[in-house]
């Protein structure tokens, strides 16, 4: 409630007024045009922004997947026995990447038979060709087009009686129920860091694997293993994918929202900066304003001079007869009153 004093000093009650301008003016503030405008502007930043989140998550599954090559690739050969030397083949498809770095290795499962025990020292021949796998059968060796070749050493562990009886007697249990068996698992070193040069031509898509030996020996299962050495960024996208993932998704959203935020900026520039007829008009009616002759008659400092001379003359006029002297100023002050009329009718 306010307050306010009578002339006696007594304090008196009065109900409040309330501003309701000053009320709706928060009200009005957040719904005028500046304010709808900073809101379609939030609004469409933070949708480019999720667009651009998803988009940047896409681009880098994408270089990653493009960029990271397998890590293991592992082909089963299938040796076929018969004369000559035990061989095989194995075909690949597009999971080779060039100037990759691969360690190749050969993983052969043999019985301890004595036969195999008798052999002794035997080779391994590993051959990578660029045409499919029936380019390289036993007919057709002359006519394809290898890209690498290597052969390794390989040998089964020797144990003395003693110890082999030991072991036997110590894994016997396993033996009899089946969860082990009397082999031994090679696994030989065939290439180190070998990379192949850019083109398809350049890349294995056929092996020929062959056991080379004095006596027939006997193999479980053979399997050629290709395993990926990572070095740099390969490196650190591989060993640490969550970290790298952050990274450069965010540095990839960043330089989007940079472009995009350019790209708005400019565009906003070149619509505001479009030239508006406004001042061309103000300026052409301000000259035919300027130009128009002013009206003599709408001045009043003529017709005021005109009747001050006219009093004079009245004054100054001899007569003799007062009839005539009386009808002639009353007449001339007529004229002088329609004058004085007419003036003070014509609009300022």
């Known amino acids: 409630m306010a307050s306010e004093y009578s002339d006696d000093g007594t304090e ?3 109900p409040a007024v309330f501003d309701m301008d000053a009320l709706l003016a928060p009200f009005r503030a957040l719904v005028s045009t500046s304010a709808m ?5 939030t609004l469409l930043f933070i949708g480019t922004s ?7 998550v896409v681009a880098y599954t994408i270089f990653y997947l493009w960029f990271i090559p397998a890590v293991g690739l592992e082909r089963v050969v299938h040796l076929q026995f018969g004369d000559g030397n035990p061989w095989g083949t194995a075909s690949f498809n597009s999971e080779f990447v060039s100037l990759q770095p691969y360690d190749v290795s050969v993983t052969l499962e043999l019985p301890r038979t004595p036969s195999n025990l008798d052999t002794g020292n035997f080779m391994i021949d590993l051959t990578l060709y660029s045409r499919p796998g029936s380019a390289v059968l036993p007919g057709s060796l002359k006519d394809a087009n290898p890209i690498m070749q290597s052969r390794r050493p390989a040998i089964l562990t020797y144990t003395s009686p003693l110890v082999d009886v030991a072991r036997r007697m110590a894994r016997l249990p396993l033996y009899v129920v089946g969860w082990r068996r009397e082999a031994e698992t090679l696994e030989v070193s065939m290439l180190e860091q070998v990379e192949f040069a850019r083109g398809s031509r350049n890349l294995p898509q056929s092996l020929r694997l062959e056991i080379q030996s004095d006596e027939k020996m006997q193999v479980y299962s053979a399997r050629v293993q290709f395993r990926a050495r990572f070095t740099g960024m390969t490196w650190f996208m591989y060993r640490w994918k969550l970290t790298s993932f952050a990274i450069f998704s965010s540095l990839f959203w960043m330089l989007s929202m940079a472009s995009a935020s350019l790209t708005w900026l400019l565009l906003s ?4 900066s479009e030239p508006t007829p406004t001042k061309t008009i103000k300026d052409e009616d301000h000259n035919n304003i300027k130009d128009e002759p002013e009206d003599s008659s709408t001045s009043p400092e003529p017709n005021i001079k005109e009747e001050r001379e006219e009093s004079a003359l009245l004054q100054s006029f001899p007569s003799d007869d ?3 002297g009386s009808g002639l100023e009353s007449a001339e002050a007529r004229g002088v009153q329609r004058r004085r009329s007419n003036l ?3 609009p300022e």
Request: proline share 4%.
């Open 344 to 346: 003070r009718d014509e």
């Open 269 to 272: 520039t070149v619509l505001q």
């Open 322 to 324: 007062p009839g005539v």
């Open 12 to 14: 008196l009650d009065r």
């Open 50 to 56: 999720l667009l651009l989140i998803g988009v940047s």
């Open 37 to 41: 405008r900073l809101y379609l502007n």
